[in-house]
């Protein structure tokens, strides 16, 4: 071995460490970050709360009011709602936003013609990078006013347009531009002889697209719905900014306000103490729990559909 | 199958379009529900404004106010209230502008000169507490917190605490005119622990005020340990003055009571805490009552008729 090849293999080796090095940082990072939620999270069920008691479990899974009592001189707590109201506005979410997004994503990547494509594709992707603050300040000020007028269209008195249609509007225009871009990789990935081969059996293109390029790419579209649920769950500034933070539940009506878990733990969050304070990294838990659920569910539903075989 | 999407189609646009078009035209319509609006439990905002309209026991409870009320924070409830015709809320009166109505409480006009002339009602006073003089660690900490006292007087003073929401005294000197005062702050104390408590409400403005006092006092460190009105004299001439959790400048977002009493000079105002009901500008309301407002949020009242024909 001369004495270049072994230098090349010492900094090979040296660069591995330092990989190695940054993994075990931010692997290490996530756990730091679950273990120190989790002892925040339990200390509400396991301590007496300076004298308040025991925060009960099951009340606090299943009941249908946030806080029974005066604050910091109660226990009561409850989430049951929360999660039903979090679940129901993720599904709404995904039901509006699934379809837009993979219709655009298939507009870009079979119909439009290169130039478009191109354009549209950087506009996506600028959406996908707008932080959420952003889409809420937009929520509070265009969405709201419409959802208010809207609900007056039809003879109801929204609050003020704080509702679920207007948290669902808000989610779907944030999920949208990562489906959008997720689904259009899976849709031009779909290898072309299949789609050759659906053409020359006589069908059109619209044909095509829908009943051999869609269903050839749907495991990517699958997987763009996935991140585009873990989005929704997981989105709090812009929700409490529109959701109108509902006290108790369940809040399924389009024009009721509602409150998810991720809002319900950032209201008041900067000025609260005590089992008030511990009870948000309680919801915490809880809300890492429905997201690995979820996403655990998801995946199977995922292979037991995406049997086509796409890169 | 088209048919359908085609029908789908016409009532989405119908109803979008005329969603845009928006504005009702046919004025203010009475038999519409009162939307309420509020704060949540930890905010002092919301504790200065329930004790104000007689209604302390839903400071930090829920449960006692009207079903399906909104809880969002100060601008949040400015903003609703520009779209929300039948909605009513209350904000710091810092953040009140033109573009909601700012209602008259039991007759007298939301605005800064009525709160300082102590007309206008819906306010809570912030007020400060001191050691007894003699009674501090040292002479330095003694002096610093009589800079302190002093700076709180000031236009500089003024300009902090309007910046946290809250509403100045009348002052009209400026910290340079008065500084020569003050020689302790020429010295460099930061080796000096001044210890701030008492009334959490009142936290953002001390810290502020101190953060802003600090460079212009010889760099003594603040310290603030916020835990609530009664442990402001408590912990300054109260029983645990001596204890642990002593504090040189103490806070009170009340009046001090009877059993408050401390030395002569040793208590004070600093600002006013104002807080304004708000509604729509298209709403008829122009003034409110406490009872009104106590009607309102406990759901007594549901409808705008109920507050106007009782």
């Given at each position: 071995?001369?004495?270049?090849?072994?230098?090349?293999?010492?900094?090979?080796?040296?660069?591995?460490?330092?990989?190695?090095?940054?993994?075990?940082?931010?692997?290490?990072?996530?756990?730091?970050?679950?273990?120190?939620?989790?002892?925040?999270?339990?200390?509400?069920?396991?301590?007496?709360?300076?004298?308040?008691?025991?925060?009960?479990?099951?009340?606090?899974?299943?009941?249908?009011?946030?806080?029974?009592?005066?604050?910091?001189?109660?226990?009561?707590?409850?989430?049951?709602?929360?999660?039903?109201?979090?679940?129901?506005?993720?599904?709404l979410?995904?039901?509006l936003?699934?379809?837009?997004?993979?219709?655009?994503?298939?507009?870009?990547?079979?119909?439009?013609?290169?130039?478009?494509?191109?354009?549209?594709?950087?506009?996506?992707?600028?959406?996908?990078?707008?932080?959420?603050?952003?889409y809420g300040l937009f929520g509070i000020g265009i969405i709201l006013t419409f959802v208010y007028n809207l609900s007056s269209v039809f003879g109801i008195q929204s609050k003020g347009g704080n509702s679920v249609l207007a948290t669902v509007l808000v989610l779907a225009l944030?999920?949208?531009?990562?489906?959008?871009?997720?689904?259009?990789?899976?849709?031009?990935?779909?290898?072309?002889?299949?789609?050759?081969?659906?053409?020359?059996?006589?069908?059109?293109?619209?044909?095509?697209?829908?009943?051999?390029?869609?269903?050839?790419?749907?495991?990517?579209?699958?997987?763009?719905?996935?991140?585009?649920?873990?989005?929704?769950?997981?989105?709090?500034?812009a929700?409490?900014l529109v959701a109108g933070?509902?006290?108790?539940?369940?809040?399924?009506g389009l024009f009721d306000i509602t409150?998810?878990?991720?809002?319900?733990?950032?209201?008041?969050?900067?000025?609260?103490?005590?089992?008030?304070?511990?009870?948000?990294?309680?919801?915490?838990?809880?809300?890492?729990?429905?997201?690995?659920?979820?996403?655990?569910?998801?995946?199977?539903?995922?292979?037991?559909?995406?049997?086509?075989?796409?890169? | 199958?088209?048919?359908?999407?085609?029908?789908v189609l016409t009532i989405t646009s119908v109803g979008v379009l005329s969603a845009c078009g928006g504005d009702n035209e046919e004025g203010f319509d009475t038999s519409k529900n009162i939307t309420v609006y509020?704060?949540?439990?930890?905010?002092?905002?919301?504790?200065?404004?329930?004790?104000?309209?007689?209604?302390?026991?839903?400071?930090?409870?829920?449960?006692?106010?009207?079903?399906g009320?909104v809880?969002n924070?100060?601008?949040a409830i400015l903003t609703a209230m520009k779209t929300d015709e039948y909605g009513i809320g209350?904000?710091?009166?810092?953040?009140?502008?033109?573009t909601v109505k700012?209602?008259?409480?039991?007759?007298?006009?939301?605005?800064?000169?009525?709160?300082?002339?102590?007309?206008?009602?819906?306010?809570?006073?912030?007020?400060?507490?001191?050691?007894?003089?003699?009674?501090?660690?040292?002479?330095?900490?003694?002096?610093?917190?009589?800079?302190?006292?002093?700076?709180?007087?000031?236009?500089?003073?003024?300009?902090?605490?309007?910046?946290?929401?809250?509403?100045?005294?009348?002052?009209?000197?400026?910290?340079?005119?008065?500084?020569?005062?003050?020689?302790?702050?020429?010295?460099?104390?930061?080796?000096?622990?001044?210890?701030?408590?008492?009334?959490?409400?009142?936290?953002?403005?001390?810290?502020?005020?101190?953060?802003?006092?600090?460079?212009?006092?010889?760099?003594?460190?603040?310290?603030?340990?916020?835990?609530?009105?009664?442990?402001?004299?408590?912990?300054?001439?109260?029983?645990?003055?001596?204890?642990?959790?002593?504090?040189?400048?103490?806070?009170?977002?009340?009046?001090?009571?009877?059993?408050?009493?401390?030395?002569?000079?040793?208590?004070?105002?600093?600002?006013?805490?104002?807080?304004?009901?708000i509604v729509h500008l298209n709403n008829?309301?122009?003034?409110?009552?406490?009872?009104?407002?106590?009607?309102?949020?406990?759901?007594?009242?549901?409808t705008w008729?109920?507050?106007?024909?009782?």
């Amino acid at each position: 071995m001369n004495t270049s090849t072994r230098r090349k293999k010492r900094v090979d080796q040296l660069i591995r460490s330092v990989f190695l090095v940054a993994t075990l940082l931010s692997a290490s990072f996530i756990i730091i970050i679950v273990i120190f939620i989790v002892i925040k999270g339990i200390t509400p069920f396991i301590t007496n709360n300076d004298g308040l008691g025991v925060v009960n479990v099951w009340t606090f899974l299943t009941g249908t009011v946030w806080l029974k009592g005066t604050a910091f001189q109660s226990n009561l707590y409850s989430i049951g709602f929360i999660i039903l109201n979090t679940l129901y506005i993720a599904f709404l979410t995904l039901l509006l936003s699934l379809p837009v997004g993979v219709l655009t994503a298939l507009f870009i990547a079979k119909i439009a013609p290169k130039k478009l494509a191109e354009f549209l594709r950087t506009i996506v992707e600028l959406l996908a990078s707008i932080p959420s603050i952003v889409y809420g300040l937009f929520g509070i000020g265009i969405i709201l006013t419409f959802v208010y007028n809207l609900s007056s269209v039809f003879g109801i008195q929204s609050k003020g347009g704080n509702s679920v249609l207007a948290t669902v509007l808000v989610l779907a225009l944030m999920t949208l531009p990562t489906i959008t871009a997720i689904s259009e990789v899976a849709i031009r990935s779909v290898r072309k002889d299949i789609e050759e081969g659906s053409l020359a059996l006589g069908a059109t293109r619209t044909q095509t697209n829908f009943k051999v390029v869609l269903t050839s790419a749907k495991s990517g579209i699958f997987a763009a719905a996935i991140l585009g649920i873990g989005r929704s769950l997981g989105e709090a500034t812009a929700v409490s900014l529109v959701a109108g933070n509902a006290k108790s539940g369940p809040n399924l009506g389009l024009f009721d306000i509602t409150t998810t878990l991720t809002s319900t733990m950032l209201q008041g969050l900067k000025e609260t103490t005590g089992v008030d304070y511990d009870i948000r990294f309680s919801v915490g838990i809880v809300l890492m729990i429905v997201i690995l659920i979820t996403n655990f569910i998801l995946n199977a539903v995922k292979k037991r559909v995406g049997n086509v075989n796409v890169k | 199958m088209k048919k359908f999407l085609l029908l789908v189609l016409t009532i989405t646009s119908v109803g979008v379009l005329s969603a845009c078009g928006g504005d009702n035209e046919e004025g203010f319509d009475t038999s519409k529900n009162i939307t309420v609006y509020t704060r949540d439990t930890s905010s002092g905002t919301r504790a200065g404004f329930m004790e104000g309209i007689g209604f302390g026991e839903a400071a930090e409870n829920d449960n006692v106010l009207v079903d399906g009320f909104v809880t969002n924070d100060n601008t949040a409830i400015l903003t609703a209230m520009k779209t929300d015709e039948y909605g009513i809320g209350y904000i710091a009166l810092a953040s009140l502008n033109n573009t909601v109505k700012g209602l008259s409480f039991n007759g007298v006009a939301p605005n800064v000169q009525n709160v300082i002339n102590n007309t206008y009602d819906l306010k809570r006073p912030f007020n400060y507490v001191l050691r007894a003089p003699g009674d501090y660690e040292s002479p330095e900490v003694e002096a610093i917190v009589n800079a302190f006292v002093a700076f709180l007087g000031t236009t500089d003073g003024a300009d902090v605490i309007m910046d946290q929401g809250a509403v100045a005294l009348e002052s009209s000197k400026t910290w340079d005119e008065i500084k020569n005062d003050h020689d302790i702050c020429s010295a460099d104390n930061s080796a000096i622990v001044i210890r701030f408590g008492g009334s959490d409400s009142i936290q953002k403005v001390a810290e502020a005020l101190s953060a802003a006092f600090a460079p212009k006092c010889g760099n003594f460190v603040p310290e603030h340990d916020h835990t609530g009105s009664s442990d402001g004299f408590k912990r300054t001439q109260g029983a645990e003055k001596d204890g642990d959790n002593a504090k040189d400048i103490g806070f009170a977002s009340r009046p001090f009571k009877d059993s408050e009493d401390g030395v002569d000079g040793t208590q004070g105002q600093l600002a006013w805490d104002a807080i304004v009901a708000i509604v729509h500008l298209n709403n008829e309301l122009d003034n409110v009552t406490a009872a009104d407002l106590k009607n309102i949020y406990a759901g007594d009242f549901t409808t705008w008729a109920d507050l106007f024909e009782k």
